[in-house]
């Protein structure tokens, strides 16, 4: 008899995941396999790690209940893939839509053929693949509003109607005899520890929350998205970015919901994530440099202790700190802090936003490359539709503007808790009697700002403009 074997890639789930369901219907005996390649990994992804190792645990007891086990190879998938010849065995998988990831299923499928292993692959975890959304002439979108107004339209005419389930099989079996468990993924370093306060890593939640979400507060989505205090968000993207979640099914869901402003909204973010799928497959050059080759010429500052107090959340911006200590402790940061501590990076300090992406991957746990890269590219102004490079954020309007009362910047820096409102989004600028009395003095207890906003932009500005006369 001839055994499933599903390879998980990004979609820990057993809802809506084709492969699985596919194999469950089809083999007596089926068997998930999860490929940890540790090159892939090593000094990248750091927080992702911790993601995947409680997401294997927690799969791992729901495939039980179908009687499949899951099974953890260390290994590079090819060499893996390579000892499967005279096998009998059907392999499974869905799709990811990474350029890295879709080279690697080619290279596979080339080995599988050669070995004569029946193998088939499924959608993955997309409303469309990018491939169907291009203009008429068949060339790719560059610009957001276009390519979701086709995009919606594809999907809404073929929404997928299939509703079929996993079935339980008939028999266990251990295919490969590993003895990997998710413990042996876990990054190295004790800072991830903290995640376990944030976070309830299973498909379940993700349900839970998205239930949440639509009864409690998609409704004011709209507005209150912006506002890093209000949890305005679904905070769902971890979830989408391992796979506990299906965006198809997350679709499925909000179009039960009355439709209102907050449902477009929160359609059009996944929009986003789809229009940067379709970027960096069309072009994968912008994963390694500017999509916008104008800025290959733009004079980035080399700066390590700048770079080094944003990493930390030391720059005496009380917004730009608050995002970057939100990140590190709970492995995500508000959207609009993202953009708030993207732009300080590339126009306040001038850094190159390889480096705020690089960290980025490391730190957050929704960390994937279509939408980082493209949103550090949309931030920085070199990408597609991307925000213009002389649209500078004021740290402190947008503080105030966001924050007003600044209940987010006092949650995650907590030494400004004794600020009043009005200077909590430039603390330098209370009277150093008042500073003393509060016992925070600004460059003993809180840093100094490390930039002049004033300054920095017009640098900025003046860079940019170099990049004109070039
Ligand atoms: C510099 C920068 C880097 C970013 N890096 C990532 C990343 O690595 N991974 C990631 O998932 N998102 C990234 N984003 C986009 C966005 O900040 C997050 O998706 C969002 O904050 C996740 O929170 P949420 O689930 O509550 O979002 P919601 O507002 O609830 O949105 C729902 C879903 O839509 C998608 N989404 C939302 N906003 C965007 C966006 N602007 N672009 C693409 N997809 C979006 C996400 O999958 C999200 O879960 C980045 C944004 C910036 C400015």
Request: charged share 30%; glycine share 4%.
């Amino acid at each position: 008899m001839t055994v499933g074997i599903v390879w998980i890639k990004d979609d820990f789930r057993l809802e809506n995941n084709s492969a699985l369901i596919h194999a469950s219907k089809n083999h007596d005996t089926v068997s998930a396999i999860y490929i940890f390649n540790k090159e892939f990994f090593d000094n990248r992804r750091e927080a992702q790690k911790w993601w995947i190792s409680k997401s294997l645990e927690s799969f791992g007891k729901n495939l039980n209940i179908y009687n499949i086990n899951l099974e953890i190879i260390i290994s590079k998938e090819v060499d893996f893939f390579s000892k499967l010849k005279g096998k009998n065995i059907n392999l499974y998988w869905n799709k990811v839509y990474e350029p890295q990831q879709l080279n690697l299923d080619r290279k596979i499928i080339e080995m599988l053929d050669n070995n004569k292993i029946h193998y088939k692959l499924f959608k993955g975890n997309v409303l469309n693949e990018y491939q169907s959304i291009t203009k008429k002439d068949g060339t790719p979108f560059k610009v957001f509003s276009p390519f979701w107004r086709h995009a919606e339209q594809i999907y809404l005419d073929k929404v997928p109607s299939d509703t079929s389930k996993i079935q339980k099989v008939k028999s266990k079996k251990n295919i490969f005899n590993s003895k990997n468990t998710f413990v042996n993924i876990l990054p190295n370093k004790d800072w991830y520890k903290k995640f376990d306060n944030y976070w309830n890593v299973s498909e379940e939640e993700s349900h839970v929350q998205l239930k949440h979400f639509l009864k409690e507060r998609i409704s004011k989505y709209g507005n209150d998205r912006d506002f890093p205090s209000l949890n305005g968000s679904s905070k769902l993207s971890p979830y989408i970015r391992n796979g506990q979640i299906n965006v198809n099914t997350i679709w499925q869901k909000c179009s039960k919901v009355n439709k209102n402003i907050g449902v477009r909204k929160y359609l059009n973010e996944l929009g986003w994530r789809e229009f940067s799928h379709s970027l960096i497959n069309y072009f994968p050059q912008m994963l390694k440099g500017n999509l916008r080759r104008e800025f290959d010429r733009f004079p980035w500052e080399k700066n390590k202790k700048n770079l080094e107090a944003w990493k930390k959340g030391l720059t005496g911006y009380p917004i730009v700190d608050a995002g970057m200590r939100q990140m590190y402790e709970t492995g995500w940061m508000h959207n609009r802090i993202r953009m708030v501590v993207g732009s300080f990076l590339v126009k306040h300090l001038r850094i190159n936003w390889q480096e705020g992406e690089r960290h980025f991957r490391n730190c957050l746990l929704d960390f994937n490359e279509a939408n980082n890269v493209a949103q550090w590219q949309w931030v920085a102004g070199c990408g597609a539709d991307a925000a213009p490079y002389f649209r500078i954020f004021n740290p402190i309007l947008q503080g105030e503007k966001f924050d007003k009362n600044g209940d987010y910047v006092k949650k995650w820096v907590p030494e400004l808790n004794k600020y009043p409102s009005k200077y909590i989004h430039k603390p330098w600028e209370l009277d150093l009697k008042y500073q003393k009395s509060i016992d925070t003095v600004i460059g003993k207890d809180y840093p100094e700002p490390i930039v002049i906003h004033e300054e920095a932009r017009k640098k900025a500005l003046d860079a940019f403009k170099s990049l004109k006369k070039n």
